[in-house]
């Protein structure tokens, strides 16, 4: 059910509205790796630990992953404008508590609570657009909206590198507040209220279970990184995680009103986006990480010249991402999505030959294929996930979606952190099996520091003769983390190739402009085209 304010203009109200789901998703994807830039900067003043960084990203990715459903739930309930409003002052609110934090803790916590509001936003949007848009120029607001996403996405480490090197590390969640206000004044001005009435009720046992189970799952593979996968929080977190998720899909089966509908999970191409979304992004973000710290703790770069050199990304992207809404008319969905995910897998197996001596333009080799790659498939795949979904699901299906994103970034970092430490300490524990009793405890005692990329800190304990080792070790680690995410990415191409190949959309209605509605749908789009 829609209302619509009084407007003269129509045209502008939708245009604007548009505007209003960019800026902020545009944020919520900024936020995603615009702090991977920073990354060594946090570390250093509030010494924090391998571990500590991770939960920094996984926090953020996580509140969003678990809450993203349960809003859109609540949106299609109580108002999408309403919840959607409500989400981007919390998210600036959480914005300034990351600013302000003064130790670890309290910059993971507060990373949470930006989640928070990060999930209110990117669980509506989606529904908020296909209220607002139909037909043809539905799919073109999506395609926009996606860019916007994309755009986000690869402009963080950009933003991250100019601010930081004028300001502080603050200086990136200080940003936030500005586009928050703009944000805001717009939802609140032009954007249509819209609900559900007869949505289904919250499945709460599914929320909590499900949040309960990723949480203990990234717990177990993040600590795995900086520890032992025989100790005990390891292990135990990693089958408590197991079963809770177990049990969740489950509940899931018989639950009366489950939090991902049957309905939903029934359509090919909506669950075919959000597998190819899940591999992706768990792909994507732990290349951003590594590369970061690549070439900041290792290279010894600066956060400007890290953040200015994936320009050589950014544009191939978007000039790429303009180009898919028009392919996407002429080449069936399997194509871009699973064609895009394999040539940004060439750029990912590229940055996996990448060590301290490499060449820079082998570099940008990579960055242009991960470009053009992401590119087509970010926007590619959020066209066709809500493009077979009822109008009066949207929003839930919306949430689920977005959600998808977000478990691959949380549970994506944690694996390849996890796999980039254990073999950087493999490495570097083998070569300090060699040392003499003393140096080689002194050695031993700097592994995580390796393992983090804290080449300085090993130089300063141990002396500069054995920086060479240490970077030598963390490389190893670096590598085949990142032709392990490539792996993901022929994966999520497979997927496309397969769960695509021969989809098709539902009937059309009369009018040709979307799927045909159920009667008396209370749902169904009132805002012409």
């Known amino acids: 059910m829609t209302y619509p304010p009084d407007r003269r203009n129509p045209a502008l109200q939708r245009r604007l509205t548009l505007v209003a789901m960019c800026i902020a998703q545009g944020m919520i994807l900024l936020d995603v790796t615009i702090v991977n830039i920073a990354l060594p900067s946090i570390q250093r003043e509030l010494g924090e630990s391998s571990s500590e960084l991770e939960w920094v990203i996984s926090a953020y990715a996580l509140s969003l992953a678990t ?24 998210f600036a609110l959480g914005s300034v508590a990351c600013a302000l934090s003064a130790s670890a803790p309290d910059l993971i916590a507060a990373r949470a609570v930006q989640g928070v509001g990060g999930a209110m936003m990117s669980a509506l949007a989606l529904s908020i657009l296909s209220q607002a848009y139909s037909g043809k120029a539905r799919a073109g607001a999506i395609g926009i909206w996606a860019t916007s996403a994309g755009l986000g996405f690869g402009l963080g480490p950009v933003v991250g590198g100019l601010l930081l090197g004028v300001f502080g590390w603050s200086s990136i969640f200080w940003v936030n507040v500005p586009f928050a206000v703009a944000g805001v004044a717009l939802t609140v001005t032009v954007v249509s209220e819209s609900r559900n009435p007869d949505t289904r009720p919250v499945d709460v046992p599914g929320v909590l279970t499900s949040a309960a189970g990723l949480l203990a799952l990234t717990f177990g593979l993040i600590e795995a990184s900086s520890g032992s996968w025989t ?23 018989r639950a009366p009103f489950p939090m991902i509908p049957g309905e939903v999970v029934r359509l090919r191409s909506f669950t075919t986006a959000c597998s190819v979304y899940l591999f992706s992004y768990a792909a994507v973000t732990g290349v951003y990480f590594y590369l970061t710290l690549l070439y900041q703790d290792v ?65 940008v080799i990579g960055y242009v294929l991960f470009g053009i790659g992401t590119g087509m498939w970010i926007p590619g795949v959020a066209n066709v996930a809500m493009r077979d979904v009822p109008p009066g699901l949207s929003g839930t299906a919306s949430g689920v979606f977005n959600a998808s994103r977000q478990v691959g970034t949380s549970i994506g970092l944690a694996i390849l952190g996890a796999i980039g430490a254990d073999t950087a300490t493999s490495a570097w524990t083998s070569q300090a099996a060699h040392l003499p009793g003393p140096a080689r405890q002194a050695a031993i005692g700097q592994t995580r520091n390796v393992a983090s990329a804290r080449i ?9 003769g054995h920086r060479a080792a240490a970077e030598q070790a963390f490389t190893h680690g670096y590598q085949v983390a990142v032709l392990t995410a490539g792996l993901c990415l022929i994966a999520a191409a497979i997927i496309a190739a397969f769960g695509l190949h021969g989809n098709r959309s539902r009937k059309l209605d009369a009018a040709g402009d979307k799927p045909a509605s159920p009667p008396g749908d209370p749902d169904s789009p009132r805002i012409a085209a």
């Open 456 to 464: 300085g800190s090993v130089t300063r304990a141990l002396g500069a």
């Open 67 to 90: 809450l993203i459903p349960l809003s859109g739930s609540l949106g299609d309930r109580f108002g999408r404008k309403r919840l959607f409003t409500a989400g981007m002052v919390v």
């Open 231 to 253: 100790s005990t929080p390891v292990w135990a977190s990693l089958a408590a995680g197991l079963v809770l998720l177990a049990w969740f899909v489950r509940w899931e089966h």
């Open 299 to 363: 290279d010894g770069w600066t956060a400007l010249r890290t953040g200015l050199s994936w320009l050589f990304m950014n544009i191939p992207f978007l000039a790429t991402a303009q180009l898919t809404g028009g392919l996407s008319r002429r080449l069936p969905a399997a194509t871009i999505a699973g064609g895009g995910c394999l040539v940004t897998a060439a750029g990912v197996f590229t940055f996996s030959t990448l060590t301290p001596a490499s060449p820079f333009y082998i570099a």
